[in-house]
């Protein structure tokens, strides 16, 4: 942990330091869908490219985590190319349950979290560096998901791939900046809702419908 701030050192200044004539740089432009994907491949520098993007949650909201989760429910359809039996209306209410059990994760995931969370950490869960965090961890969720809608005989495999996103969890939570004696505990609390909420909450609406 004694890292955490000697590689943030500055982070927060960059994008508005000036030429030393009073002229402030033109911040640069980061696009929601491609510091996901930096994330995914980079791990620690992909996470420090979204802090340093200064993005809010609904700007990545609306430019990667609501579109992800969206085609995500879209590819449940695949199911028309390979199912003679294939049910419009049962897929329909399969995609939507999908979609919403990705979104109402984020808002559960930030609840449970705060709930969990020791007293001197729960102010960590309302910091939009967090709100990010759960938004990209289920962001990855959601792009391992679409390779088993589109190609059934990957699902196997697909199985594991959250193993990666609770790997991708670890690199940003340093960016929290935790106490460091409830790092671990903050840590493995927010793997394993974000991995688990969205399977939760689809079990949910299988039960319903």
Not at 48 to 59: I, T
Not at 146 to 172: D, M, Q, R, S
Request: net charge positive.
């Amino acid at each position: 942990m004694n890292d955490i701030i000697s590689d943030e050192q500055d982070i927060d200044t960059i994008a508005d330091s000036g030429d030393g004539k009073g002229n402030g740089k033109r911040r640069k432009r980061y696009s929601p869908f491609l510091l996901l994907l930096g994330i995914l491949m980079t791990g620690t520098a992909g996470w420090k490219d979204l802090r340093r993007s200064r993005l809010s949650p609904e700007q990545t909201a609306a430019g990667c985590f609501y579109p992800l989760i969206a085609l995500t429910a879209v590819c449940r359809f695949m199911d028309w190319f390979y199912l003679p039996e294939f049910n419009l209306a049962s897929t329909l209410v399969s995609a939507v349950s999908i979609f919403a059990s990705f979104f109402f994760s984020y808002f559960a995931v930030h609840v449970v979290c705060k709930w969990l969370f020791p007293y001197a950490a729960k102010s960590k869960t309302d910091t939009s560096f967090f709100k990010l965090l759960v938004q990209y961890s289920l962001s990855s969720l959601a792009l391992f998901w679409i390779p088993a809608e589109i190609l059934p005989i990957l699902e196997p495999l697909t199985v594991f791939l959250p193993i990666w996103t609770a790997f991708l969890i670890t690199k940003g939570i340093r960016f929290m900046r935790l106490p460091e004696q409830y790092h671990n505990r903050c840590m493995v609390t927010i793997v394993v809702t974000v991995i688990v909420m969205p399977y939760f909450f689809l079990w949910i609406c299988e039960q319903i419908f």
